[in-house]
């Protein structure tokens, strides 16, 4: 457990240093959502979402979750370059822990998309947006287990691919449909029954829906429970998934 | 003086992969001795089994049948102590470009159980020992051949290990890194009584360095001696090549063709 321990800290550390390194890239991931914020955002003002606030306590909560499809599934990205220089192996040839090496990447990915989500939300203020604090901090545990789900399925995916070739076109596969189909950026209420009915189908909606209650300060509603069942469920089956493809020799 | 056992021993060691068309057998069987101390060179064609053996021995990949214990550890039963008593440097090398000399030889050691201060004593140490010293705080990717190939020795020696496996060290490198490296491998030896196991496909490094050479094809061990008795039972004499003997055993001469046929381009 103590091996554990320390070895998911030396995998952390070497991962935060290399983020730390390219904070460039780490303003650039913030790209999408901030101009989704900056000129998507004003257009909502005065339109009726129906969310129990204004438009942008219902906007950032949409651009959180975004934020993490969209950087955390493609976590696994650096595992396939990885790959290729050799390091996984060299890694794997080590008595570290092969939990450690999946735990020490998480931590560094939830460290991160909480950072950019907290630039994010600051950023929203400046714009206009006013959120209880424990409302926001709500949101930020839900864009926590969200990182960390998310990019444990793609480190997993990333172990089990060889290329970028393989590895691009499925995440953009699940990305683009899951971003529309969870009313990131409008509320599924707004939709046709259909388009609502296909919505409950991906997990991330009952993600945004809770962090919505929970910016208008409505943190006893059914949403915010049955939104934080739903991300310990996909945490949990991805943290299996991840921790088997690790673990298991040759991978 | 006590016997000491065997650094390697294997026993019917099998590795099967199962493709769309069927299984195929990588390594069928091997029975392999290393002595401790030894330098064994380990030779094939392409495709021969070599690096699915290696791959087997340093518990990067589960042999689907037979035993094989590894610096008098279980491979299969205790994995975690095999790792700690051998280093892998594998053909890809397996530094980060973007990473510094100093981090990936300090991360390497603390991988190793080592902790922080002693990590970076350690990384600055071994640093002199294979003149990196000046490059510590470069970035991996500004290392020219030779240097890239002595940090990967380098990684691969941070926990001194009893068994060093070395997938085709010297692939790439210029005649002068190459005499370097060879020169390194017999000092393992001698100054730290290492074992080291290394795979290569210049029959000139294998004649010069290995004390012992195992040819594998299809699988299995064809032949095994020396240099000097491989070449007297398959090359004809002992002033035969390791070329010939290679080839007399292999059956993997140079493409059969028309050879009187006029190349044209």
Redesign the interface.
């Given at each position: 457990m103590t091996?554990l321990l320390?070895?998911t800290g030396?995998i952390f550390?070497?991962y935060l240093?290399?983020t730390l390194?390219s904070r460039f890239a780490l303003l650039f991931g913030l790209l999408q959502p901030m101009l989704f914020l900056v000129f998507f955002g004003p257009l909502l003002q005065d339109i009726p979402l129906n969310g129990g606030g204004d438009s942008w306590q219902t906007l950032v909560p949409g651009l959180m979750v975004q934020l993490g499809l969209f950087t955390s599934t493609f976590a696994g990205f650096t595992v396939i370059m990885?790959k290729?220089?050799?390091?996984i192996?060299?890694?794997?040839?080590?008595?570290?822990s092969r939990l450690a090496l999946l735990l020490g990447r998480l931590l560094r990915d939830i460290v991160q998309l909480l950072t950019q989500s907290v630039l994010l939300v600051l950023v929203a203020v400046a714009f206009g947006l006013r959120a209880p604090l424990l409302g926001v901090l709500i949101g930020f545990a839900f864009v926590g287990v969200l990182a960390l789900a998310l990019a444990a399925l793609s480190y997993a995916l990333a172990m089990w691919v060889g290329t970028p070739q393989e590895f691009a076109p499925v995440v953009n596969s699940v990305n683009l449909p899951a971003t529309l189909l969870s009313g990131v950026l409008l509320p599924m209420t707004l939709a046709p029954g259909w388009l609502d009915a296909i919505s409950h189908f991906v997990p991330f909606r009952y993600l945004v829906d809770a962090v919505r209650r929970a910016f208008v300060g409505d943190y006893l509603a059914p949403e915010v429970a049955l939104g934080a069942g739903v991300a310990v469920l996909l945490a949990v089956v991805s943290l299996t998934v991840g921790t088997r493809v690790f673990q298991r020799?040759?991978a | 003086m006590p016997v000491m056992p065997a650094a390697i021993r294997t026993t019917q060691l099998t590795r099967t992969f199962r493709s769309r068309t069927g299984e195929v057998e990588a390594v069928r069987g091997v029975d392999l001795t290393v002595e401790r101390g030894e330098i064994l060179g380990f030779l094939g064609p392409n495709g021969a089994g070599k690096t699915t053996t290696l791959?087997m021995l340093?518990?990067?990949?589960?042999p689907t049948g037979g035993t094989a214990s590894v610096a008098g550890c279980d491979l299969t039963d205790d994995?975690?102590a095999v790792?700690?008593r051998?280093?892998?440097v594998?053909?890809?090398?397996?530094?980060?470009?973007?990473?510094t000399v100093r981090?990936e030889l300090a991360?390497?050691a603390?991988?190793?159980?080592a902790s922080k201060p002693e990590s970076a004593v350690r990384a600055e140490k071994l640093a002199r020992q294979f003149a990196l010293t000046d490059l510590l705080d470069r970035k991996c990717a500004a290392l020219s051949g030779g240097q890239r190939r002595r940090l990967d020795i380098a990684?691969g020696l941070t926990h001194q290990p009893e068994i060093l496996f070395l997938d085709e060290p010297t692939t790439g490198l210029d005649p002068g890194s190459r005499a370097d490296l060879w020169d390194l491998v017999r000092r393992l030896r001698s100054e730290l009584d290492m074992t080291v196991v290394l795979t290569t496909h210049y029959l000139d490094e294998a004649d010069a360095l290995a004390d012992r050479l195992v040819i594998v094809d299809q699988g299995r061990i064809v032949a095994e001696g020396t240099a000097r008795q491989l070449k007297e039972r398959h090359g004809g004499s002992p002033d035969a090549t390791l070329q010939d003997a290679f080839i007399a055993i292999t059956g993997h001469g140079p493409a059969q063709h028309d050879s009187t046929a006029a190349l044209s381009i």
């Open positions: 091996q320390t070895d030396v550390g070497r240093r290399m390194r990885e290729q220089y050799g390091v192996e060299r890694m794997r040839v080590t008595p570290v020799a040759g | 791959r340093t518990t990067l990949l589960p994995p975690r790792r700690r051998i280093g892998h594998a053909q890809a090398g397996g530094v980060d470009p973007q990473v981090e991360t390497q603390r991988l190793y159980g990684m």
